[in-house]
């Protein structure tokens, strides 16, 4: 631990803030950094990009609530590119804050006298990566948290700034983890700042070791395996739901499945569909696990029940790993 004094003065109007930030994750942090009074004289976003059936240009969550507060937008397809790292430099920020954004090149992170420090959505140095929230529930942890540190070369490994805790309750899944780490994370954001401005904090190294990753989640990681333990499925299902969402394959149809409940009866065949009054298990290799919420190929979310109404099972029907 080393400790760390400015003699620089400052007072929230002259305290110069640029943003980095692209999803609603990063908003809450924004918006909390407004309404605390603080100066940001720039917001870092992605630039709009086509989507849905029309491919109409989509802007980002943070540039929506930049939009509102009449806040200086950037928006570079390119971080290297000189015309962005010009723009950035009239701008002349004494900190640089990053939540959710993509990775930043050096000559930009180091630019501010202050430097750049990161929000990251795990209790550092434990799931550094792209999925800290998905991957914590995924493996089953009972507790994880939020980290504010500055950034250096080698990602989500910089000097630590604040940390804190939060519990993952059983009834969590990672839409209500995240809203949870988002609001904690924007306080602890604040925190950091006023630390800051005040000139003198506590910087702690992260330890090195073999610690668990969190890297991005891809298509792969998604599609359920019933030859896993039911515990294993039930917190697959959990970390990936309301998004991307675990899925298998039923009758030769992707089944999304949103939630699920454990049960104590002992499997028979693994990935054996079957219905016990009027409950859809499924057979891992240990336990049967009740599906609770589920989403049909071409059809919308719905329920079990909706969903036995008009599902047809053969004696036989498994679900594909």
């Given amino acids: 631990m080393f400790y760390f004094e400015t003699s620089l003065m400052y007072d929230k109007k002259n305290f110069k803030i640029l943003f980095f930030g692209t999803p609603d994750f990063a908003v809450e942090s924004l918006k909390a950094i407004i309404e605390n009074g603080f100066n940001v004289v720039g917001v870092v976003t992605a630039p709009d990009k086509p989507a849905g059936r029309g491919y109409e240009l989509q802007q980002s969550a943070v540039k929506k609530y930049a939009l509102a507060q009449g806040l200086n937008i950037l928006q570079p397809p390119n971080l290297k590119a000189d015309d962005f ?3 950035i430099k ?5 900190l640089q ?3 959710a954004f993509r990775m930043l090149p050096e000559k930009v992170w180091s630019m501010p006298p202050l430097g750049t420090f990161n929000l990251h959505a795990s209790y550092l140095p434990n799931y550094r990566g792209a999925a800290p929230i998905n991957w914590a ?8 948290g939020v980290t504010t540190f500055f950034l250096k070369h080698e990602i989500d490994t910089g000097s630590i700034l604040l940390q804190e805790t939060t519990p993952i309750l059983a009834e969590d899944n990672v839409g209500t983890l995240h809203d949870k780490l988002m609001r904690q994370g924007a306080a602890l954001v604040i925190k950091s700042l006023n630390l800051i401005l005040n000139g003198d904090y506590n910087l702690k190294e992260q330890l090195s070791g073999d610690f668990k990753h969190a890297s991005k989640i891809f298509t792969e990681h998604c599609k359920i395996n019933w030859q896993n333990k039911a515990e294993e499925v039930h917190n697959l299902v959990r970390g990936l739901s309301p998004f991307p969402t675990a899925f298998t394959i039923l009758q030769n149809k992707k089944l999304k499945i949103f939630e699920t409940e454990m049960t104590d009866i002992e499997a028979s065949q693994i990935g ?3 219905i016990i009054e009027k409950e859809l298990l499924i057979n891992c290799s240990d336990k049967k696990l009740k599906l ?5 190929e071409g059809k ?5 029940a909706d969903f036995l109404n008009g599902f047809r099972i053969n004696e036989l029907t498994l679900a594909q790993s």
């Fill in 85 to 87: 790292n010009n723009a």
């Fill in 272 to 274: 054996l569909v079957e």
């Fill in 300 to 304: 919308k979310r719905m329920s079990i």
């Fill in 137 to 144: 529930i995924i493996n089953g942890e009972k507790e994880t």
């Fill in 90 to 94: 009239v701008l002349q920020a004494d």
């Fill in 292 to 296: 609770l919420s589920v989403q049909p």
């Fill in 97 to 99: 804050i990053v939540i």
